[in-house]
């Protein structure tokens, strides 16, 4: 099985950053994929950034210019830095990796827990 454990979500004031984390950990063989998804309170699940294997990126609108997608290939993690942060950034991030478990025939999507970001006015 495989797991992933984020952290770095909290309160901050508008136009402040914050960092977060999602480390995978399990019987990991290879990691596709690694994106952040958000949810905000009574919407849908969207999409924030996607960052391939080989460290291509893809942005949401409106995380573009403010946000950067990284990966740690070794250590099996993503971050997620946010500057200039806007209230309606306010959500629950979640991680999702697309990993080939030991044993396994193909890729399976796993997600993490969720942390919230909450960002005051």
């Known amino acids: 099985q495989v797991q992933l454990v984020e952290s770095g979500g909290g309160l901050v004031q508008a136009g402040g950053s914050l960092r977060l984390s999602c480390a995978a950990s399990?019987?990991?063989?290879?990691?596709?994929?690694m994106d952040w998804y958000r949810q905000a309170p009574g919407k849908e699940r969207e999409l924030v950034a996607t960052?391939?294997?080989?460290?291509?990126?893809i942005y949401a609108d409106s995380v573009k210019g403010r946000f950067t997608i990284s990966r740690d290939n070794p250590k099996n993690t993503v971050y997620l830095q946010m500057n200039s942060l806007k209230p309606e950034d306010t959500a629950v991030y979640y991680c999702r990796f697309n990993v080939w478990s030991l044993g396994s025939l193909s890729y399976t999507n796993y997600w993490g827990q969720g942390t919230q970001v909450t960002v005051s006015s």
């Open positions: 399990g019987s990991i063989f290879s990691i596709n994929t």
């Open positions: 960052i391939t294997r080989s460290s291509n990126t």
